[in-house]
């Protein structure tokens, strides 16, 4: 019976922001970062099981689809690395005509996911270096 209790509370826990995560701080960096970068149009943070816990966007966008198609793709990337016996994705891009999108793990108490979408002009250098500098300023945060 204790086993079974430890897997219900596990289950209810899992994919929660954990407790310590300051959502109006967290929100108000993303400001920043988006504020600093003009190139940056959406940066997204979700748990590792790919649920939103924040946003900013200059596009209407729904979050809590993103946030599961992101970390879908983050981990899938993950997984294609091991698979071929790299060490783990640091990170995974996608890049179009109209723009690139970076998805960043970001490893606090619990795992995360940081996507930051880049307009058209934007370069996957600048958009790679923004996304990675943000991860690390986010961390403290969640």
């Known amino acids: ?42 940066l997204l943070v979700s748990t590792g099981d790919g649920r939103a816990i924040a946003h900013r966007s200059q596009n209407k966008l729904d979050p809590r689809r993103l946030s599961a198609m992101s970390n879908s793709f983050l981990t899938l990337g993950e997984t294609l690395s091991r698979e071929l016996g790299l060490t783990t994705a640091d990170y995974v891009t996608m890049s179009t005509s109209q723009g690139s999108m970076v998805l960043v793990r970001v490893a606090a108490d619990r795992t995360y996911t940081l996507a930051a979408l880049g307009h058209a002009d934007t370069s996957l250098a600048i958009l790679l270096y923004a996304a990675r500098d943000a991860a690390a300023r986010i961390k403290p945060l969640l």
Do not use: F
């Open 1 to 42: 019976m204790a086993t079974l209790e430890k897997v219900r509370a596990k289950m209810t826990d899992v994919g929660q922001p954990s407790s310590s995560v300051d959502s109006p701080a967290l929100e108000a960096e993303l400001d920043t970062v988006i504020d600093a970068n003009s190139g940056i149009s959406m």
